[in-house]
């Protein structure tokens, strides 16, 4: 799995990312029927207004990672590719990854009370986030 690069200019704020990344991460896989079931759990990215333009907030895997030096936890950590993956049963909700991180790309589960960050979908040949975007605004960076 390569990392996310975002083009900002290029995001129209549409939000197909956020979809897709919110039915990805659905228990049935499948966007028409996470619509039709159940509420699709927060996606791992949101697209926010910024000046003029749109600002797709996602974990941008930092090769010197404040959240991973923050957590007291050690649930943060890097994988052998370069990304910042998570242990989520280590996590003991403190949130200093969430207050640490610059691109406010973690945050706090309401129910589990421990953070949830984008793992970079390792299980997919493409983020879908990246699939879904139209305009081009992800690709993905090859390290």
Do not use: W
């Not at 998570?86 to 406010?104: K, L, R, Y």
């Amino acid at each position: 799995m390569a990392k996310i690069q975002l083009e900002q200019k290029l995001c129209d704020g549409c939000k197909a990312c956020e979809f897709a990344c919110s039915a990805a991460h659905h228990q049935t896989k499948n966007p028409f029927l996470a619509i039709a079931g159940r509420s699709l759990p927060d996606p791992f990215i949101k697209v926010l207004p910024y000046g003029q333009g749109f600002l797709p907030l996602m974990c941008r895997h930092c090769e010197e990672a404040p959240c991973v030096a923050a957590c007291m936890a050690g649930a943060l950590y890097y994988s052998s590719k370069g990304l910042i993956l998570q242990n989520s049963e280590q996590c003991v909700g403190c949130g200093m990854c969430v207050m640490v991180c610059p691109f406010g790309a973690i945050r706090l589960d309401p129910t589990s009370h421990r953070s949830r960050k984008c793992q970079g979908c390792m299980d997919f040949p493409e983020p879908p986030c990246i699939t879904a975007c139209n305009p081009k605004a992800l690709q993905q960076q090859r390290t």
